[in-house]
């Protein structure tokens, strides 16, 4: 399914991101922490052509993620490399010629596109920028763009707020892949659009994944989504990675126990609505500076040890890791 | 029919914008029974928040809303003037938003909160007195009945003190102290993380089972209706298109609009190497189609579809939809 | 930040008479201060002792001043130099202000901060202090009363511009342009300043208003334009003097004065309205 014994498109290692909570004087004054780890000692790779799932709920750390990879935040810590290029501390001038292919698709269509800009302006900025066709040519790959993310051409003359959801997000596809790029991260991109546009949008996903071999990192909350596009499904939990898969062996021998909880929330018959306990397992502060594992709160497996330090990864077996102490119990 | 508790007829809704009225709820009929859960399942622009809205008259001033009869427990609720209306919502209806943060005033610590609903309700009878009296007691047992174990620690918390998902569940805990004879929830899960829904919506159910109320349920999610509802009404550009028990809607959609929407939502529960497409777009409520307003998007269309509205068929079961595939009679 | 269809917004304006009243005056004023002059039979500078003081009459609508000049005709040629000073010395205070604001909120960290305690102070000033004090150390004169007008209003547009373009610059549009490899300067003015003119916009107008203000008051107080040549504040600076025998020199001009600045700031005021999302009515969705 997926060329192995290749180098990796994208090597993450260690990777640390924080965010600062207060600023200046407040945080001289106050006691706690002066940061929020978002995400927290993450390493992956991506293959060439894979399409990576990164799962979690809100907060979890993979946007932030996604957006670090792609430079938009600076990692505290850790390397994040292209093509074997350390990408991690070149600054924008220097970062420009990869800028081109490490491209985003967001999650809310609507403000990911100017609102004063027509999509021809949003299409053709990145052809001409980087000089990718002449400038003669430019609206013939307008054209192309447009018809590949399945519009008609005469959209070129919109603005953002005369189209739907599902149109807006189809412009926003076609003007990441202007730029021919090696790594497209998509950040939850169905979950603003209505049920029946979903589906149109996850099969644009597939068919263009499939035409053009591009590598994905695929954002979702959603395990039923992630298990229709990816290959692989990497599971989040307040910003540790603690269980990465293929997606079908994720999904028939799950080790984390979140994981397991996640999976749980999938069957949809109305039996499961009984079995659900109802009490409030309070789910992890992440700006409480806690050293022990972060699922400790909610897991039924939590051992003493937990406690102590959050678990290291831990391969299950090649390819299928897990960041847990007791995942051969579960 | 004695025991419905809401009944609406004909009501249509909308907002006068520019000089013109655009209508976004059409003819919507819906009966809710005590002790009965029912979903209004919609995609956005559907008008499925609108109905629950204009039913209690929590649109914005340039809204425009008529109905042909709304009955609540045998009140016409469109005699009512602003004020006995206003009442007669603080005392019987509860309502359950998106954000429940809406709910909470924020100077007040949760303690407050229940003990108002307390004593709000103690006219209601001798028994609601003596609980009012013995209110604290009463309050923390509610919350350890929605799942709150340490509830006297989370009385003394204000709101913003309170997760989205401890908040909501303060918020049934209200409700439950609030006894009322119908409940309007509108997407109240949508904010929270999947395994919080779960435990949140089983709360619901719960909380209905105990006060025997009539719950009109309003969601996108054709899971959750599926899990929880006892009938749904599904709609599409501000008409119902379909209505039936979930359980015959779920395993035998009529409407070609809930055959795909059904399709497209819960086919990802199994490993599929495609997911079937509705084409198209929603239409925008100032540009409806002439006729069936699913037509352009219909695969089974037909010329007679573009000719006029399809009015409401009954299959007879409770179920009925609005296509001319089962236009018999 | 949804885009306001020009349809709508001539509706918007048909429905909020304030912005049309205010409209409607700033167009008046305009065009008497553009076309009015040439219409004049009378010179706005030349003396005629022959009809010193003279009040309102079918020949002088506003009167003569001392020197016998046409009141009206320098009250036209007045405002218009009034207009331009103020709108010379608001344009270079919102270049400079917006350039600074952007560039803080866009760079962050001790710029920021440095810069921004450096507008909390201009602004604790009041402002015809500040203009006043910006005077004393530049001296006397036309340049001078653009220069004050500007650095007056630098600390407005720099604190609106770097406020708007805080909140505009982590839309996802924005780091989509910084994905495809922009650089900050072309972020700057094609993703991010067209999505925060129209609160600047506004300022401007109201900016506008204000300039004419503290032009009058430096040139009244003989600090700006010199005379004979006409400006509001001269004028009054004029007509008080002879307020006793020809009232009608200052209370004219004032007039005059006010509702100019009565124009602009409605149209603004009602613009500020009309371009805030949140004080639109919410339209249905």
């Given at each position: 399914m997926t060329p192995r014994d290749e180098a990796p498109l994208l090597a993450v290692r260690n990777l640390l991101v924080r965010f600062r909570l207060r600023q200046g004087m407040t945080a001289a004054l106050s006691?706690?922490?002066?940061?929020?780890?978002?995400?927290?000692?993450v390493s992956f790779d991506v293959r060439r052509g894979e399409v990576l799932g990164l799962v979690g709920e809100s907060g979890s750390g993979k946007t932030t993620i996604g957006k670090t990879i792609l430079r938009l935040y600076k990692p505290a810590d850790g390397v994040i490399e292209v093509n074997g290029v350390d990408?991690?501390?070149?600054g924008e001038r220097r970062l420009k010629p990869y800028r081109r292919d490490l491209q985003m698709v967001f999650q809310d269509p609507l403000s990911s596109l100017?609102?004063?800009?027509t999509v021809r302006t949003a299409l053709a900025t990145p052809l001409l920028l980087h000089a990718i066709c002449r400038a003669d040519e430019v609206e013939t790959r307008i054209d192309e763009a447009l018809s590949r993310a399945?519009?008609?051409?005469?959209?070129?003359?919109?603005?953002?707020?005369?189209?739907s959801g599902g149109q807006l997000q189809r412009v926003a596809i076609a003007r990441a892949l202007t730029m021919s790029p090696a790594l497209v991260v998509a950040d939850e991109?169905?979950?603003?659009?209505d049920v029946s546009v979903r589906a149109q949008i996850l099969n644009l996903f597939k068919d263009l994944q499939q035409a053009f071999n591009i590598t994905i990192i695929f954002i979702t909350h959603d395990l039923r989504v992630a298990r229709y596009l990816c290959h692989r499904i990497g599971v989040m939990y307040f910003g540790k990675l603690v269980e990465i898969a293929p997606t079908e062996e994720l999904f028939s021998a799950p080790k984390h126990p979140y994981t397991k909880a996640l999976l749980g929330?999938?069957?949809?018959?109305?039996?499961t609505l009984e079995g659900q306990s109802a009490v409030a397992g309070e789910a992890f502060n992440p700006a409480a500076d806690t050293?022990?594992?972060?699922?400790f709160d909610r897991c039924?497996?939590?051992?003493?040890?937990?406690?102590a330090a959050h678990p290291s990864f831990e391969d299950v077996k090649s390819g299928h890791g897990v960041a847990c102490y007791e995942w051969r119990r579960s | 029919m004695s025991d419905v508790t809401l009944s609406v007829r004909g009501l249509d809704a909308g907002f006068s914008m520019g000089g013109s009225t655009v209508m976004v709820v059409r003819d919507v009929d819906l009966d809710i029974r005590k002790g009965e859960m029912v979903g209004i399942i919609g995609e956005s622009g559907s008008g499925k928040t609108v109905t629950g809205m204009s039913i209690l008259r929590?649109?914005?001033?340039n809204a425009v809303t008529h109905a042909e009869r709304i009955d609540f427990l045998g009140t016409?609720?469109?005699?009512?003037?602003a004020e006995a209306f206003r009442e007669l919502r603080g005392r019987r209806i509860a309502m359950v938003f998106?954000?429940?943060?809406?709910?909470?005033?924020?100077?007040?610590?949760v303690e407050w909160h229940l003990k108002e609903i307390f004593e709000r309700s103690a006219a209601k009878s001798p028994a609601h007195v003596d609980r009012a009296k013995n209110w604290h007691g009463a309050a923390i047992q509610l919350l350890k009945d929605v799942g709150i174990p340490h509830g006297a620690d989370v009385?003394?918390?204000?709101?913003?003190?309170?997760?989205g998902g401890m908040l909501q569940r303060t918020l049934i805990a209200m409700v439950l102290a609030f006894e009322p004879d119908l409940i309007v929830a509108d997407?109240?899960?949508?904010?929270?993380d999947n395994i919080v829904e779960r435990q949140i919506l089983r709360l619901f159910r719960d909380l209905q089972n105990r006060l025997d109320c009539a719950f009109l349920f309003i969601t996108h999610d054709m899971s959750i209706a599926h899990m929880l509802c006892d009938r749904i009404a599904v709609m599409y550009a501000g008409r119902i298109v379909e209505t039936g028990p979930t359980k015959q809607v779920f395993a035998d959609p009529k409407h070609p609009y809930t055959q795909g929407l059904l399709a497209s939502a819960l086919a990802l529960d199994t490993k599929t190497e495609r997911l079937k497409e509705i084409p198209g777009e929603l239409p925008s409520p100032t540009d409806l189609?002439?006729?069936?307003?699913?037509e352009p998007r219909c695969?089974?269309?037909?010329?007679?579809?573009?000719?006029k509205l399809p009015a409401m068929s009954d299959l007879g079961g409770g179920r009925g939809v609005r296509c001319v595939l089962y236009n018999h009679a | 930040m949804a885009a306001i269809s020009l349809k709508a917004t001539v509706f918007e304006i048909r429905r909020n008479r304030v912005v049309a009243t205010g409209l409607a005056i700033t167009v008046l004023v305009l065009f008497a201060v553009t076309v009015g002059p040439s219409l004049?039979?009378?010179?706005?500078t030349k003396m005629d002792f022959?009809?010193?003081?003279?009040?309102?009459?079918?020949?002088h609508p506003f009167g003569t001043n001392s020197f016998g000049v046409d009141v009206l005709t320098r009250v036209l040629y007045g405002a218009r130099n009034s207009l331009l000073i103020s709108f010379a010395g608001v344009s270079l205070g919102a270049f400079a202000g917006v350039l600074l604001g952007m560039t803080c909120a866009y760079i962050g960290r001790w710029v920021d901060a440095t810069a921004m305690r450096f507008v909390d102070l201009l602004f604790s000033f009041p402002i015809f202090v500040l203009a006043l004090m910006l005077m004393l150390i530049l001296g006397f004169g036309v340049q001078s009363v653009i220069i004050a007008i500007a650095l007056v209003y630098v600390p407005n547009f720099a604190r609106m511009a770097r406020n708007t373009t805080m909140v505009v610059k982590s839309e996802p549009y924005v780091q989509a342009a910084q994905l495809m490899g922009q650089s900050a300067l072309r972020i700057m003015v094609r993703e991010i300043l067209p999505n925060i003119a129209a609160p600047l916009f506004v300022q401007f107008t109201v900016g506008l208003a204000f300039g004419i203000i503290i032009e009058a008051g430096l040139s009244f107080l003989g600090l700006g334009v010199q005379p004979p040549t006409p400006s509001l504040g001269v004028m009054m600076a004029d007509g008080k003097d002879y307020f006793h025998r020809g009232p009608w020199v200052l209370t004219l001009t004032g007039a005059a004065l006010t509702v100019a600045i009565l124009g602009l700031n409605l149209l603004g005021d009602g613009l500020r309205d009309l371009l805030d999302p949140r004080l639109r009515r919410r339209s249905a969705e």
């Open positions: 006691k706690g922490p002066t940061y929020l780890k978002a995400v927290d000692d990408i991690t501390h070149l100017n609102p004063r800009h399945g519009l008609p051409t005469n959209f070129k003359r919109r603005y953002p707020h005369e189209m991109p169905v979950s603003k659009l929330t999938l069957d949809e018959s109305a039996a050293v022990g594992c972060r699922y039924p497996l939590r051992v003493e040890r937990c406690r | 929590l649109l914005p001033d016409d609720l469109l005699g009512l003037s998106q954000d429940p943060v809406g709910a909470f005033n924020p100077a007040k610590k009385m003394h918390l204000f709101p913003h003190q309170l997760s997407e109240p899960t949508t904010n929270l189609p002439p006729g069936c307003l699913f695969d089974f269309a037909k010329p007679e579809c573009r000719a | 004049s039979p009378y010179d706005p022959t009809a010193l003081l003279k009040p309102p009459s079918w020949t």
